[in-house]
């Protein structure tokens, strides 16, 4: 059985950092599972936030955290990180990694076959 399990999510102020992540199990992590982090606001659809290639070597960032988040991954933990500096109480938002059996970063949350439950981050301002 599948499963991602966040942590990391936490109150902070506006400008301050946080580092969430991801631990997979039931999977082979590094057999080519591309990642990525969505986030969803109260009242929003989820959107996506960064995704990464199952080696690591290629990411995507949306335009509203490019230059602010860094995603990155351990294949040798089964784990996914979101460095995430600068925070605007925009990024407020419950934050879900997910993963896809495939060589592409997908975009769209109907790509992705597995989820984790969430994990919350609060940027006060």
């Known amino acids: 059985q599948v499963q991602l399990v966040e942590s990391g999510g936490a109150l902070v102020q506006a400008g301050g950092s946080l580092r969430l992540s991801c631990v997979a199990s039931?999977?082979?992590?590094?057999?080519?599972?591309?990642m990525a982090w969505f986030r969803q606001a109260p009242g929003k659809e989820r959107e996506f936030v960064v995704g990464?290639?199952?080696?690591?070597?290629?990411?995507y960032y949306a335009d509203s955290v490019k230059g602010r988040f860094t995603i990155s991954r351990d294949n040798a933990k089964n784990t996914m990180y979101l460095q995430m500096n600068s925070l605007k109480p925009e990024d407020t938002a419950v934050y879900y990694c997910?993963?896809?059996?495939?060589?592409?970063?997908?975009?769209?949350?109907?790509?992705?076959?597995?989820w984790g439950q969430g994990t919350q981050v609060t940027v006060s301002s």
């Open positions: 990464i290639s199952w080696s690591g070597g290629s990411t």
């Open positions: 039931g999977l082979t992590f590094n057999n080519y599972y591309a």
């Open positions: 997910a993963a896809r059996p495939s060589l592409r970063i997908g975009s769209g949350v109907y790509e992705y076959n597995y």
